[in-house]
């Protein structure tokens, strides 16, 4: 049985949640991935964060993570995020860059308004080419919001994990 982490990146919680989940039906453990500078988390200034999303892709800026990541520690990640601007935040690009994950398996999942995982799977492939990358599942952001457990079951059985 392979040591698995459930690890994430959310602002709004709606990747949280789906992290949650996705914990307690595997058992796995669960971190979040902490900006150095937090982000603001108050929905009633999505159009700031917006902005600085677009702002940090557009000049390919990289946030530093706060938290170490034990990679090392484990064989299987979860790895979850929600959508900016059709593509995952600039901070999964600083966990890619700082973190080897040769040999490991990553399965991702994101939430998203509308845009599906973005090809966000494809670049993951691309960033951890030694890495062996599972199918996806991508959440719309109201159904996180809502409960995800059918939907996490159902992909997870998909996967067959173990």
């Known amino acids: 049985m392979s040591k698995k982490l459930v690890l994430y990146f959310s602002v709004y919680s709606t990747a949280k949640a789906v992290a949650e989940e996705i914990a307690r039906q595997t058992g796995a453990d669960i971190m979040e991935i902490e ?78 308004m509308g845009s599906g995982d973005g090809g966000t799977y494809r670049t993951i492939r691309k960033l951890e080419p030694n890495a062996t990358v599972l199918e996806g599942l991508p959440v719309e952001m109201t159904a996180a919001e809502r409960g995800v457990a059918d939907q996490v079951s159902s992909w997870l059985k998909k996967l067959n994990l173990d």
Do not use: C
């Open 35 to 112: 900006p150095v500078t937090p982000y603001d988390s108050d929905r009633a200034h999505y159009n700031d964060l917006a902005k600085l999303a677009k702002k940090e892709h557009d000049e390919d800026q990289h946030p530093a993570i706060k938290n170490a990541i034990p990679v090392g520690n484990y064989d299987t990640f979860f790895i979850g995020y929600p959508m900016w601007w059709y593509t995952f935040p600039m901070i999964l690009y600083t966990l890619f860059d700082r973190y080897d994950f040769s040999g490991k398996t990553i399965i991702p999942f994101n939430t998203h």
